[in-house]
């Protein structure tokens, strides 16, 4: 079930707000999201505001983040950005704010013995931003050093899954990462800033997220002190319709780095709830789950081979994921892509090391899976789910994503039962129904991007080569892996030098 009709509740009333406001001087009672841990001395709230970077205007790309950013991060009416850090500093709290293509969630904790002296300045930050010129020029310098900088030199695993997306995404609210793009980042203005914040926050686009050790009184609260934010919310969006992928297209960012990272993906339509979903969940666990040294892609190429750090795959959007060791929260979204992410290998196995992802993976979605790697996948996702969410305000944010994609129940809970439940012929009709390995975007951090666009429009072989003597049986695969044929069309080969990537749409 959409946002939109979980909140279609026409609030109404005006006037007066305070300890003695009415229910009609309140945000409804059906837009709270509720996690009660009497026995948790710290209290978590996540206001979750439907809106992201899917609603930036064209040209003003960024635009809900660095809005965000001007709440949880700036100044407010009453107090300058310092004196809040001044504030929070003894009380070991913070607040802040998060942005992804479809949620904006303003969040934080404190223990409780804090609340009293925390709560006021999380209320002021939503309700009294002061958006100041400095604050402004502060955070917009961040957004710009982490486009021109970070993103194209920190990091060339978070660079290629970032181009990947805006490949997949193509022409729709998708393809800009909510940072935004250097060009529109740089034109935003005060005045832009304090429109989309009319324009998006308000209470009809809210849910109050509050966990822990809360008393009911505070629930009431913030029901009444949060209803000064505008009546109503705009207009939902359509959700993004990516572009077809007709063939293998590469696109190779020319870069000089010392390992060459990759990923790979395609558009799905499944979204998380019903039972195929799990299915599908199962599989991209036997795969790639993130982080897992017993998943498949990991034991072919970093175990057997020793090529790199890791190689995951991914059923929903996972952003950070360099950093990240569970599935974050609060990224829900309606329009997903499966993904193969292979760390950076050496320069002289990117060749080899794509032609093995993508073989294996073939070989999954021809064949599916097998009885006995089914039975181990599931008995450890069973156990595995229990470690996603281990505290209050990560369960209150898996809470939050219950409701955007309208599941019953919990998440968590039906994952892990329905683990319990799932046959091998219900996996692998979800492999057959989902997963496809002949139109895909491919994205290649690289150094020296002629020389390998030639190897892959020519089909070259790509032998592996090894420093320690490798078993007879690794070698013999390698040359099948090494001739296993890619059909790749120049005119699908594009090469782009990492300082052109995320100046403009």
């Known amino acids: 079930m959409r946002f939109a009709m979980i909140l279609a509740l026409g609030v109404l009333g005006s006037g007066s707000w305070g300890d003695d406001a009415t229910a009609a001087e309140m945000i409804p ?45 700036a100044a407010t009416q009453r107090n300058r ?25 303003v969040g934080g904790r404190v223990h409780k013995d804090n609340l009293e002296t925390y709560y006021p300045l999380l209320i002021d930050a939503v309700l009294r931003p002061a958006f100041r010129q400095d604050d402004l020029e502060r955070l917009r310098s961040q957004a710009l050093n982490v486009l021109e900088n970070v993103l194209r030199y ?24 909510p940072t935004g793009l250097i060009e529109s980042v740089r034109g935003i203005t005060l005045d832009d800033v304090r429109k989309f914040y009319q324009e998006h926050f308000r209470r009809g686009n809210l849910v109050i997220g509050i966990g822990g050790g809360y008393e009911e009184g505070l629930v009431k609260r913030l029901r009444t002190d949060l209803f000064p934010l ?25 870069k000089d780095c010392a390992a060459t990272a990759i990923s790979m993906g395609f558009p799905i339509s499944i979204l998380r709830g019903p039972r195929p979903w799990y299915a599908l ?77 993508l073989r294996e993976f073939k070989k999954l979605v021809d064949h599916g899976m097998g009885q006995a790697d089914f039975d181990l996948t599931r008995k450890f996702l069973r156990n595995y789910v229990l470690h996603f969410a281990p505290t209050t305000t990560e369960r209150l944010g898996y809470a939050l994503d219950d409701r955007f994609y309208g599941i019953r129940g919990s998440h968590l809970e039906n994952y892990r039962r329905t683990m319990g439940e799932l ?9 057959e129904k989902h997963w496809q390995y002949g139109d895909m975007q491919i994205v290649i951090v690289t150094k020296d991007a002629q020389s390998l666009k030639k190897a892959l429009v020519e089909n070259t ?45």
Not at 32 to 52: C, E, I, K, N, Y
Not at 235 to 245: D, G, N, S, V, W
Not at 311 to 320: K, L, M, R, S, V
Not at 467 to 482: G, H, N
Request: aromatic share 8%.
């Open 29 to 73: 009672e059906s837009q709270v999201v509720r996690l009660p841990v009497p026995q948790d001395p710290t209290v978590s709230f996540r206001l979750w505001f439907a809106v992201g970077s899917q609603n930036d205007p064209p040209g003003k790309e960024g635009l809900a983040e660095l809005t965000a950013a001007m709440l949880a991060d």
């Open 81 to 105: 950005y310092e004196q809040i850090l001044d504030k929070l500093f003894p009380l070991a709290a913070s607040y802040y704010a998060s942005v992804s293509e479809e949620m904006t969630i």
């Open 154 to 177: 920190a990091g060339d695993e978070d660079l290629g899954k970032a181009v990947l997306q805006s490949r997949v995404f193509a022409g729709t609210r998708y393809a800009h990462i």
């Open 230 to 254: 505008p009546a109503g919310r705009p207009a939902e969006l359509a959700p993004p319709e990516p572009p077809p992928i007709r063939g293998l297209h590469v696109t190779i960012v020319e």
């Open 281 to 357: 969940a199962l599989a991209n666990s036997y795969l790639g789950e993130h982080r897992n040294s017993s998943s498949h892609l990991y034991q072919v190429i970093r175990e057997a081979r020793g090529l790199n750090y890791g190689d995951y795959c991914y059923i929903e959007h996972f952003p950070n994921g360099s950093h990240l060791q569970m599935p974050p929260q609060n990224v829900a979204r309606r329009r997903q892509m499966f993904e193969i992410w292979i760390r950076p290998v050496p320069h002289e196995a990117r060749h080899f090391a794509l032609r093995a992802a």
């Open 423 to 431: 046959t091998l012929d219900e996996v692998n009709a979800a492999i």
């Open 461 to 505: 072989p790509s032998p592996c080569n090894y420093p320690t003597p490798k078993p007879e049986s690794v070698l013999a695969e390698d040359r099948e892996i090494s001739t296993f044929p890619l059909v790749i069309q120049p005119e699908n080969v594009e090469i782009v030098p990492v300082t052109e990537l995320f100046v403009k749409p």
